[in-house]
């Protein structure tokens, strides 16, 4: 049986019971047959895919067998055309791997086909990480944009816009990471000649995924250091994409640490290091960092403070009251532990607003936004040392908000701060962790709110539910966001039942709530017609999303 439902979005969907894969290898279980100016060719089910192009497109699909369908890709401007007054603007991230390890973008004609969707949809546009380490990996100075430029030209070409992240990280060993891309070959050369550049535990463990901060104004790279070396990065690519800024890219994300978010790798789950809900441990031991805290010592009048980090503060996967740090009364509460917590904090911000500052210099009078990402670390958030955000360098407890100072930090700057979670519910997490997601989120709005910074928004997690949008949508409308970025374009999205999910959520955060989403027979006035049909044809050569 073949349903029908009507919305503002202008697709024709099929959907088979068994998954189909596009000629270019990118999985899928929904064929999308659209035309944007161009004609398309695929087997069996579309015989012909003509678009006319005018003020008003035509798309015109034809079956050897069955009746022909026909329905229009209107004009509009990029974006979604913007929210509705108290309305959200919905971003989607892009794969990780859009650009291969090579430079080149993949999979061009299912992105095509995707981004044709998630215009139709009624989404804002798409987030794409901008990495490092395959821009500046012919070595020092050396950008090859040439990919990225290929994908804004795409991305206009569908009326969308984007939000760039300058990813100054690895990609890999985290949660939700299916690839792996590491920092520059050069920068790995200077990390072997010098391995107290990336971050280290207690135990000597080399993190590699991110800097240290604390070489931030040393010139441990090739002779420059490492905000110089971001500075001039964002600067190529200010140069390159001059054209765009302001328009298309609507928005420059300052990757600041590991997975881009402001933050220390306290948590990594590369070779099971941490698992949840673990505390993680503090990244505080390359000798860099040790100098730092150890000229922090002097200064107060405490050397001996400055020898080492807290040595009773336990190990990646204990709880709080396992140690002796973070337990109820722990030392955390005791004059070294409060003047370790600011160091550590203190140098995480004097961090971000170094980065900030560098991006503001480069992109001041583009027209572009500029964002930042703080980690959504709501495991033993109802304990009273908040232990896993204490170890990630958000000095945050019971008697303390830690959110607050960054939220200056950023409304200094003029970015908007981007968190995480905003789709959990306390309810739904494992009870012996001390989640409280809500209580985090509500907690960022209020510091956002009392600093005047701009809020937005991701799910940490990839969910398809009606659970997770309701929770995102409720989310939006007490916190007031700015936008949401949705985690994450894949073949699960495009699956029928996710696929109409997901076009009402988009509806309903445009609409400000308003909509509670698409029925799955929808006899209203919509404006589009998506329909699913059923057949017993299953071309494997079909063109699919």
């Not at 995480?420 to 209020?446: F, H, N």
Request: hydrophobic share 35%; net charge neutral.
């Amino acid at each position: 049986m073949a349903s029908t439902l009507r919305s503002s979005t202008s697709f024709m969907a099929r959907v088979d019971s068994k998954p189909h894969k596009a000629s270019d290898d990118f999985p899928v279980s929904m064929t999308l047959c659209i035309a944007d100016g161009y004609s398309y060719k695929a087997a069996s089910s579309c015989r012909r895919l003509r678009a006319v192009n005018s003020s008003r497109r035509e798309v015109v699909l034809r079956r050897e067998e069955g009746p022909e369908l026909l329905h229009s890709l209107r004009e509009a401007p990029h974006g979604g055309g913007g929210a509705a007054a108290g309305g959200v603007s919905v971003y989607v991230m892009l794969p990780l791997d859009t650009v291969s390890p090579e430079g080149r973008l993949q999979r061009t004609r299912a992105l095509g086909a995707s981004l044709a969707a998630l215009r139709s949809a009624g989404a804002e546009g798409v987030m794409v990480d901008v990495w490092w380490g395959l821009v500046e990996r012919a070595g020092p100075g050396q950008y090859d944009w040439g990919a990225y430029e290929e994908l804004v030209r795409m991305v206009d070409k569908h009326g969308l816009k984007l939000q760039m992240v300058m990813s100054f990280h690895q990609c890999g060993g985290n949660v939700g990471d299916n690839c792996t891309i590491p920092l520059p070959p050069w920068v790995h050369e200077e990390i072997s000649r010098n391995p107290d550049i990336v971050y280290t535990d207690r135990s000597g463990r080399r993190n590699p995924e991110y800097i240290s901060l604390a070489c931030d104004t040393l010139p441990v790279l090739r002779g420059r250091t490492p905000i110089q070396v971001y500075s001039d990065y964002m600067r190529s690519f200010r140069d390159c994409f001059s054209g765009y800024l302001g328009g298309v890219i609507a928005e420059i994300q300052v990757g600041m640490g590991p997975c881009g978010e402001l933050r220390y790798p306290s948590y990594p789950e590369t070779n099971g290091t941490w698992r949840f809900p673990g505390i993680g441990e503090f990244q505080c031991y390359d000798k860099y960092m040790k100098a730092s805290l150890q000229a922090a010592g002097i200064a107060v009048g405490h050397e001996e403070w400055g020898r080492e980090g807290p040595h009773d503060a336990g190990h990646y996967n204990q709880f709080p009251e396992d140690t002796g740090f973070f337990r109820r009364e722990g030392t955390w509460t005791s004059d070294y532990g409060k003047f370790f917590l600011e160091w550590y904090s203190g140098q995480l911000l004097e961090h971000g607003d170094r980065v900030l500052a560098a991006a503001e210099a480069v992109f001041l009078g583009t027209g572009t936004k500029l964002s930042a990402k703080v980690a959504g670390i709501h495991w033993h958030y109802r304990t009273r040392s908040h232990a896993a955000e204490l170890t990630a360098g958000y000095y945050n407890t019971r008697n303390r908000d830690g959110y607050l100072p960054i939220a200056r930090m950023m409304a200094k700057r003029g970015a908007v701060l981007n968190f995480t979670c905003m789709e959990m519910k306390d309810e739904q997490q494992p009870g012996y962790a001390g989640c409280s997601p809500e209580l985090l989120v509500r907690q960022v709005k209020q510091a956002t709110a009392a600093a005047g910074a701009e809020l937005a928004g991701e799910n940490a997690l990839e969910r398809y539910d009606e659970a997770a949008y309701a929770q995102v949508v409720a989310t939006s409308k007490v916190a007031g966001l700015s936008a949401f970025t949705y985690l994450r374009m894949n073949k699960n999205l495009f699956e029928g039942e996710n696929w109409r999910r997901f076009v009402g959520f988009v509806k309903s955060m445009r609409e400000g709530g308003r909509n509670k989403g698409l029925p799955k027979s929808d006899t209203t006035h919509s404006d589009l017609y998506v329909g699913f049909i059923t057949s017993t044809d299953k071309n494997p050569e079909l063109e699919a999303v």
